[in-house]
């Protein structure tokens, strides 16, 4: 048995520390964005449990990876690190483009906007899209004050065209397709 607890009582008063040790509010604007990344990982790992395809599987596993060194990256202190943290690469991002444009091949050209739904898998994308798409937001945000590496924003604009091709690709292959907007469709 180990004596590790998950509670240190640390936070009680409201109050966490970045990488580096630096303490903060809990709402701080880092703590929201890597909050709100973490928020979004959670997501893929319910996308990754449904019954896919272990190539989406895979590609999704990498995507966790990539967001969990972003997270130290929105975490990391301004000071002085003497913790390596990782990179997130040019090539990540192009993994997420090969992936869209392998992914499109096989989807019908749209004509329209589509509403969220298809499947279940599907379903969970479109999610992960708009949480993808808050936290895009919160980052920008977060570089406005603080410093935001350039491939950390080129990675979350990316990702959400990868959730958005990735729940249409999922409607199609395991629903019905894609569900079509009709904005003057009132009759029920």
């Known amino acids: ?45 319910l996308i990754r449990d449904h019954d896919i395809d272990q190539h989406y599987k895979d590609i999704l596993l990498k995507v966790q990876e990539c967001l969990f060194i ?5 975490a990391r202190d301004e000071g002085e690190i003497k913790v390596n943290i990782p990179e997130l690469k040019i090539s990540d991002i192009e993994l997420l483009e090969q ?8 989807l019908p050209e749209l004509s329209s906007f589509i509403l969220p739904g298809g499947c279940m898998a599907a379903s969970y994308a479109h999610v992960a899209r708009t949480v993808c798409r808050r936290a895009e937001r919160v980052i920008i945000k977060l570089s406005e004050s ?10 979350f604009n990316r990702l959400s065209d990868y ?3 990735l729940a249409r690709t999922f409607a199609h292959k395991y ?13 029920l």
């Open 1 to 45: 048995m180990s004596d590790w607890k998950i509670y240190t009582k640390t936070g009680d008063k409201g109050q966490t520390s970045l990488i580096g040790g630096k303490r903060v509010p809990k709402y701080h604007e880092r703590i929201e964005a890597y909050g709100t990344v973490d928020e979004l990982n959670s997501f893929i790992g």
């Open 70 to 74: 972003a997270e130290s990256k929105l």
């Open 99 to 106: 992936e869209i444009d392998e992914m499109q091949k096989d």
């Open 146 to 155: 603080y410093a935001v590496e350039d491939v950390v924003l080129r990675y």
């Open 163 to 165: 959730f958005f091709v």
């Open 175 to 187: 629903g019905n397709g894609d569900i079509l907007w009709k904005p003057n469709n009132s009759e």
